[in-house]
């Protein structure tokens, strides 16, 4: 019986164009030995990954916002993209189970990026039954999430165990970076530690093994930051030989030649084991990545990259306008097919509340009407959130309760200053 569910397995590794390119350093029946009598069905996850990479392969790039609350991943959808990030920066500053505030430096609880993944798609199931249950149809809610796993929160067993909780909460895609877990930073800050190639290659290999003994076509990115990581854990790989210094620090790390070179030779090495590359830029510069797709290309002609188009970089100090209209349409053209801006939830959110309250604090009311004005505005462009309560699904539940009580007297919506005040019909 294992066998037999093996060798299907294997066949299709062997034809199904999915998995064109990619290597594996484990078995069909190390999968099969793995899942037990009872294999899960993860809709969601399996779901959003054919959706995305059916997008990776289309004919324009994937663009998508980094999400720190469900209300904003709705926005998103609503306002017509079609793929959501969920960042582990914004995990760390604003949305994790602590309860904290932190930097980026896997500071968190590792199934922290796993509850917010779930929590998004909770949003996004409740504005679909919305839709659903009012005759309105026409929106593909269930946008796919492409998910932050940072450095992986350890070695291969937990990069595995952290793939399996993604999959669980409906993740789509997930993404692992080749630094040290336990001196992980995000890639604009410095201290940043890389592990040896080979032992990425296998934290590449434990997610993609989790995700075949869940049975997902899970979306799998490699990230590297060699381009601005001068420190690395050990010499032992010989790959990694023609960047190692010599030279230690007083952590007895190892010090490399970091810049465009060790990014290639990282990306080269991760691509058999992973459906996108990406490596953390510092500025947003175009012959690098023009540099890094090349070489890429090169050796594996169909790989899609990845790129963050970070607010960490002052845009307009190193480009111009015209540069920044067209920078991810040429980077579509050199085969960057997911484009994202990490920080995006994080940074629309608190200057938006910041304009707010500082407005409310020097003039009261005209500036909350302000803001309701415009979302009257932003009506005529689908926005629905202006009849709030309408919003979050109190019409969705006044069905279910006349569905078990169809003479009820207790219905939310009706009698509400929202039914009297707010009369419009959502787009």
Not at 22 to 32: H, K, M, N, P, S
Not at 326 to 335: A, C, K, M, N, V
Request: glycine share 8%; net charge negative.
């Amino acid at each position: 019986m294992v066998q037999d569910v093996a060798r299907a397995l294997e066949t299709e590794w062997s034809t199904n164009d999915r998995w064109r390119g990619i290597e594996r350093t484990y078995t069909g029946e190390d999968v099969v030995r793995l899942r037990g009598s009872v294999v899960e069905e993860h809709t969601l996850a399996r779901v959003g990954a054919e959706r995305l990479w059916g997008l990776i392969l289309g004919d324009e790039p994937v663009r998508a916002l980094g999400a720190l609350t469900g209300g904003q991943a709705v926005q998103m959808v609503r306002a017509g993209l079609e793929a959501i990030y969920l960042s582990g920066w914004q995990v760390a500053a604003d949305a994790n189970l602590a309860g904290a505030t932190y930097p980026d430096q896997s500071l968190y609880p590792a199934n922290s990026a796993p509850a917010l993944v779930r929590r998004l798609n909770n949003a996004l199931l409740r504005a679909d039954q919305i839709d659903w249950a009012e005759g309105r149809n026409g929106t593909h809610w269930l946008a796919p999430i492409l998910a932050d796993a940072e450095a992986g929160f350890g070695g291969p067993l937990n990069a595995y165990e952290l793939m399996r909780a993604m999959i669980e909460a409906g993740a789509a895609g997930v993404h692992y970076e080749d630094q040290l877990a336990s001196e992980k930073k995000c890639g604009h800050l410095g201290g940043k530690v890389l592990v040896p190639t080979q032992q990425f290659v296998r934290t590449l290999n434990a997610a993609r093994l989790a995700a075949d003994v869940c049975g997902i076509p899970t979306v799998l990115v490699a990230r590297t930051d060699a381009l601005s990581a001068a420190l690395l854990t050990s010499d032992v790989d010989e790959y990694d030989g023609d960047f190692v210094t010599g030279e230690r620090t007083a952590e007895g790390f190892y010090r490399v030649r970091d810049g465009i070179d060790a990014a290639i030779s990282r990306g080269v090495a991760y691509a058999p084991y992973a459906d996108l590359v990406w490596f953390e830029t510092s500025t947003p510069d175009l012959g690098e990545a023009r540099e890094f797709a090349a070489a890429i290309h090169e050796r594996f002609p169909d790989k899609p990259l990845a790129y963050n188009c970070s607010p960490s970089f002052n845009w307009r100090q190193h480009l111009a306008d015209d540069e920044i209209a067209s920078f991810q349409e040429t980077l579509g053209d050199w085969g960057y097919r997911f484009l994202f801006i990490t920080l995006a939830g994080f940074h629309s959110l608190n200057a938006a509340m910041f304009e707010l309250a500082r407005g409310y604090s020097e003039e009261q009311m005209p500036a909350y009407v302000r803001l309701q004005q415009r979302e009257f505005e932003l009506e005529e462009l689908g926005y629905t959130a202006t009849r709030h309560q309408h919003e979050v699904g109190a019409g969705y539940f006044d069905l279910v309760t006349q569905a078990v009580a169809p003479d009820s007297e207790t219905l939310a919506l009706k009698g509400s200053t929202e039914e009297a005040q707010f009369t419009k019909e959502p787009a």
